[in-house]
Every structure is written in structure tokens, then in C-alpha cells.
């Protein structure tokens, strides 16, 4: 069977930050360390007064081309993924057509192009998309250009201002790719929910604290569907597990309902039982509230022992560095923690050919997926080629009253004038309005 997967990456940040404990955290009068320890969140990208999700995905998408040294002729779909869109009709992908057509000879009219709304799980839809095109055979030869790009912009005082970012990852999907091979075994957890939308209005409607509850409950029954199909989860069977990450914390309680679920049964549950007791079952309660209990406890001393911490510093934590300085890219956010942890692979000289990655995405609304990843024999010099840090510490810092303009600026409904905080250089940026309301954008050399 051809192997089918993500053969390159590459990223673009908005290129200003907000410093949270530093300069957000004062105006709100909350304790920095709400957002160092609690989100588990330093920064949070934004785009300057020239950048949107345009301009990042299309810019993600030719640092890749030019880095691959790929032309408009190699790309037979270019999927767009995201929950910023500005129109609905025309998708995000025919922009980032028009703007890599001002750079390159030859054009994408051979390519199909289209745009996933799922909330932030679209990304891993596209992915899919791109998977299931290349496994029917009709690609073509071509591979895929998937590019997941959001502006996560909360109402100024929703709790989820603290949450924010924006930028772009642009995958190229391929068979033999020099990435990760992608699993053909899925599972989902899919259920209509209102935890998280946006009817028809640019900042979303959102409750926080349930959307906590449904990305757990999700997530619980996509990782059992994936078992149906895949066969029992153990931890050690997963270098990293990189999960969507809407602010680290998110992550901090999906990995131990996670580790609790993946050691029942196994030796590990018999030896921690001699140190925390055993897992509680629900046929050793009577009463539904005395299990909730039960296992509330055993979940706090699970995630105190020895045998988790390591298990989470070894397989989650990596996954979370890019976020913590970004915060949260929306359909990005996944595709951010993979190639976080193997970056961490690649800074440790682990020899992770052949190893696995379980993916856990999600997208509010809600719909939670599972699938398995391995990856290839020349993932080092791919992640060794791809530009993170120098691209986070270029970004402007904003103080409070810069933000609140960048805020405003961003805002459909206010729109207002903004001089730019950085200068741009090779890349594209928006450039006004047409005569059909549509947005207009140039590159720079
Ligand atoms: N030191 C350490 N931790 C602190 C702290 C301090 N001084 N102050 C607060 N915290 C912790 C809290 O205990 C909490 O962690 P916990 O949930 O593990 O208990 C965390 O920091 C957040 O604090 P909280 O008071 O719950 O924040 P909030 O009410 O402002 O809202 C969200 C947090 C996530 C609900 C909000 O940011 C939100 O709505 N985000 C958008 C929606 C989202 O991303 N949902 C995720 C699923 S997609």
C-alpha cells in the first residue's frame, strides 16, 4: 500500500505579540501566573495592520514551495482550513491562488480548491481530504497544499481574550512523503453541541467552561472508536501525543484522562494500584455521584505519581512550545503541537524513523478525531529546514494600548486605521479594497 501523508511544513506567525503575564495580565488585574501556569500561555501572536489569513497561509504556503522548490504544476489541490473566513462564497484558497500566481510562472487553474469549516478540527479534515484524493489515485502525480489560518480574535473582555493568536501552517500532502505517513484507521466523537460558534458574526459565542467539558467527552470517545479499529492504546506505544491545543491547560487535563484510559488493564494500572489504589469501575458504586467522586481523587493522584509525570514529560509536554508563545491558532493548533514535538525529537538527536505519533484533533460545535502517525525516514532534515524561532522573536511587542488598536483593527465591524508596527519583506500583504468588496493584496519584495 502507497504510503500517503504530509511530506513538508512550514509556518507563519502574525508578526506582532502581546506579552500576557507581562503586559496583559496587569491591565486585567489577574495574577501573571493565571496565564504562565493556569492556560499555560506567554504569548499571543496577532497579525500587524497588513496581515490576515490570507496573507499568512499564502505566505506559509511559498516559503514552503520555494523551501521543496515545488511550482504551481506540482499542486493539484490547495484546501483551505478555517474559521476566520470573510466570505461566504468565495474561499480562502482561490486568494492564496491569486497571490502565489503574482510570484510564480504558471498557474493553479488545474487545481482544485475549496474551504473546510469544522471549527478548528477543519485542518485535520483537509488533511483528510488531501489523504483520501491521493489513496483514490486521483491525484495525478500532483500532491496537495493544505493550509490551515485563522485570526482567533475573542470580544474584548470574553474570557477568551486570553486565548487568542493568529497565524498559518501550510502542509504539503504527498505519497512516500518525507514527513509522517498518516493512518488509514480513524475514530470520531461527534455530537451536536453549542459550546463554541459563531452565527454569522466575526467573534464567537462561547462557553468556556463547557467547552472544556465536550473537547474531554469527544476526545474520550474517539480515542475508544479508534480502538475499535486500531486495537488497545498503550502509552509507551507513542513517542508524542500532540493534541489540539487552544491554550496548553486544555491539554494538561485531556492527557490524564487520556493515560488513565490508555493503562487499564495493563500492568502499569497493577503497579500504581499498590501506590494510588485501584482504578475505580462503576460497578463498584451505587450511587453514579460516589463513582464521579471516586474517580475524581484517583484522576489527582494519578497525575501526582512518578510513572505519569514522565509519561507526560516525555510524550506531551514537547507538544505544547510552540503554543505557549503563539497562543491559539484554531485549525493550526494540531498541525503546531506535531511539529512541535518533533522538533523537541530533532533538538534531543531522537531517532524517531518508524516511531508513532497519536494525533488528537478537535473542533468545537463538536467533533473530536483520532488517528495514528508514523513517521518518516527523513523527518529530521524536514524539521531542521523549517524557520520557528527566528520567526517568534522578530515579532513587534505590543503594549496594552497597541493591542487594543490591533484589536480594533482586526475588527470587521470597526475596521479602523493602523499605521504598521513592522516593515514587510518578501511576502504578501493585504492591499485595500476592489470594486466588488473584495480584498486586494501584493507581494513585497
Ligand atoms: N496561578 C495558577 N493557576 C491559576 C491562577 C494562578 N494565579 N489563576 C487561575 N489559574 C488556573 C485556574 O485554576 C484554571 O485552571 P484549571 O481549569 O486547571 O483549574 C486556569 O488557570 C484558567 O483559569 P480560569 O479562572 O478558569 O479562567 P477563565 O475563567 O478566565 O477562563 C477559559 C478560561 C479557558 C474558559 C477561557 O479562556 C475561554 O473561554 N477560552 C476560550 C474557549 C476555549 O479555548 N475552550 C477550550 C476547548 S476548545
Not at 488598536?405 to 518578501?426: A, C, S
Amino acid at each position: 500500500m502507497t504510503a500517503v501523508g504530509i511530506d513538508a511544513v512550514e509556518i507563519w506567525t502574525g508578526k506582532l505579540k502581546l506579552d500576557l503575564p507581562g503586559t496583559f495580565a496587569p491591565e486585567k488585574g489577574d495574577d501573571p501566573e493565571k496565564y504562565t501556569k493556569g492556560l499555560g500561555l506567554n504569548n499571543s501572536s496577532f497579525p500587524d495592520a497588513y496581515e490576515d489569513i490570507v496573507t499568512m497561509g499564502a505566505n506559509a504556503a511559498h516559503r514552503l514551495m520555494e523551501r521543496k522548490g515545488l511550482s504551481p504544476d506540482d499542486i493539484g489541490r490547495i484546501d483551505v482550513a478555517t474559521e476566520s473566513a470573510f466570505d461566504n462564497s468565495k474561499p480562502v484558497s482561490t486568494y492564496v491562488a491569486g497571490c502565489l500566481e503574482q510570484v510564480y510562472d504558471g498557474d493553479f487553474h488545474h487545481a482544485n480548491k475549496g474551504e473546510r469549516k469544522f471549527a478548528c478540527i477543519a485542518g485535520t479534515q483537509s488533511l483528510d481530504d488531501a489523504y483520501n484524493w491521493i489513496k483514490a489515485g486521483r491525484n495525478r502525480g500532483r500532491g496537495a497544499l493544505v493550509i490551515a489560518t485563522d485570526t482567533a480574535l475573542y470580544a474584548r473582555g470574553d474570557a477568551g481574550e486570553a486565548t487568542q493568536g493568529a497565524g498559518a501552517v501550510a502542509m504539503y500532502v504527498t505519497e512516500d512523503p518525507d514527513l509522517v505517513e498518516l493512518s488509514t484507521h480513524q475514530g470520531y466523537g461527534s455530537a451536536d453541541e453549542t459550546d463554541f460558534l459563531k452565527p454569522n458574526q466575526q467573534f464567537p459565542s462561547v462557553d468556556g467552561k463547557r467547552s472544556i467539558q465536550v473537547y474531554l467527552a469527544r476526545m474520550r470517545e474517539a480515542l475508544e472508536d479508534f480502538e475499535s479499529v486500531a486495537g488497545a492504546s498503550h502509552p509507551d506505544q507513542y513517542e508524542y501525543i500532540p493534541f489540539h491545543t487552544p491554550f496548553p491547560g486544555m491539554v494538561r487535563k485531556a492527557a490524564v484522562l487520556g493515560y488513565r484510559h490508555m493503562i487499564r488493564g495493563t500492568p502499569i494500572e497493577e503497579e500504581l494500584a499498590a501506590e494510588i489504589g485501584e482504578l475505580p469501575r462503576p460497578e463498584g458504586f451505587a450511587e453514579d455521584e460516589d463513582y464521579q467522586e471516586a474517580i475524581r481523587e484517583y484522576m489527582d493522584a494519578l497525575s501526582d505519581t512518578d510513572a505519569y509525570r514522565e509519561w507526560y514529560a516525555e510524550a506531551i509536554e514537547p507538544t505544547l512550545s510552540v503554543s505557549r508563545e503563539v497562543g491559539n491558532w484554531y485549525t493550526g493548533s494540531v498541525h503546531l503541537a506535531r511539529l512541535s514535538a518533533l522538533r523537541d525529537a530533532a533538538e534531543k538527536g531522537t531517532d524517531m524513523a518508524g516511531k508513532k505519533l497519536l494525533v488528537g484533533s478537535y473542533g468545537s460545535g463538536a467533533q473530536a478525531e483520532i488517528h495514528a502517525e508514523t513517521v518518516a525516514d527523513e523527518w529530521d532534515e524536514e524539521i531542521e529546514a523549517i524557520d520557528v524561532e527566528s520567526q517568534l522573536d522578530r515579532r513587534y511587542d505590543l503594549s496594552f494600548e497597541e493591542y487594543e488598536e490591533v484589536h480594533d483593527r482586526h475588527n470587521h465591524e470597526k475596521q479602523t486605521e493602523l499605521e504598521p508596527f513592522t516593515t514587510p519583506d518578501g511576502e504578501f500583504v493585504f492591499d485595500g479594497w476592489g470594486r466588488m468588496n473584495e480584498r486586494k493584496y501584493t507581494y513585497v519584495e
